[in-house]
């Protein structure tokens, strides 16, 4: 298992989360319906087919460019919050990850950091709002916390996918602070949080990706 990554794993990152988010887009839907308007499949389907589109088209060499290009296609082209928020985390995670054709553990680890970060900064998110802060933050704690147990890059993001999955399933029971779904207060109980679910997606991507 190499202990780099460089821009064909990135670009096989973004195919499998454009594939994932496809192929949810329903589940997807239907989690937003119940607390939300009902848009966040289309929403993130729309994104990413349009993020792949992008990358395809282009011939990114290096880690930031390819990153950015993800991130500035997700803004223009998502209406919702979700599209600012996802657009942010691979825009800040392109700046810090900078022209390297290669990151490292270390280097993908800041990198994820600073799009939780950049997410932070945008939305106010805190823990436990019910948000995709849920699942991303226990994902990257995780990252980094596989890393300092002398883990490789796969096991990173193994151990980030599980914990993204965790995060997701523990917003059913919270109350919605932030965004559309805190309009229905209490009612907002008992459902998984649309945006967990495709952080949670992101997460098993990144960790298949690395697999190859
Ligand atoms: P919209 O809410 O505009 O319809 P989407 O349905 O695409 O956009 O995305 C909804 C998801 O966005 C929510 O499930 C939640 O995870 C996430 N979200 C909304 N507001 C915030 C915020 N302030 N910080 C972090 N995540 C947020
Ligand atoms: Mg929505």
């Known amino acids: 298992m190499p202990d780099t990554i460089d821009t064909a794993v990135l670009t096989d990152w973004v ?13 997807l839907t239907e989690l937003d319906s119940a607390i939300g308007d009902a848009d966040h499949g289309a929403n993130m389907a729309r994104g990413m087919t349009a993020a792949v589109a992008k990358i395809d088209a282009g011939s990114a060499s290096t880690c930031d460019e390819l990153l950015k290009s993800v991130g500035m296609t997700l803004v223009s082209s998502v209406g919702g919050a979700s599209g ?11 700046m810090t990850a900078g022209a390297a054709a ?11 950091r600073a799009g939780l970060d950049g997410i932070v900064a945008r939305g106010k998110a805190e823990a436990g709002d019910k948000t995709l802060f849920d699942a991303m933050a226990p994902a990257v704690d995780a990252f980094d916390a596989a890393l300092g147990d002398g883990g490789d890059l796969a096991e990173a993001a193994l151990s980030a996918a599980d914990a ?12 919605a602070r ?28 990144l ?6």
């Open 178 to 205: 932030k965004g559309r779904a805190s309009y229905l207060g209490e009612r907002s109980a008992g459902h998984l949080d649309p945006g967990a679910a495709s952080t949670a997606l992101l997460f098993r991507a």
């Open 15 to 27: 195919h499998r989360f454009r594939d994932a988010v496809t192929d949810k887009r329903e589940w």
């Open 164 to 175: 993204a999955e965790s995060g997701r399933d523990a917003t059913a029971p919270l109350v």
């Open 207 to 212: 960790a298949d990706a690395i697999a190859g």
């Open 84 to 94: 600012p928020l996802y657009g942010t985390f691979f825009l800040r995670m392109g």
């Open 102 to 112: 290669e990151l490292d553990g270390a280097g993908l680890a800041s990198a994820l």
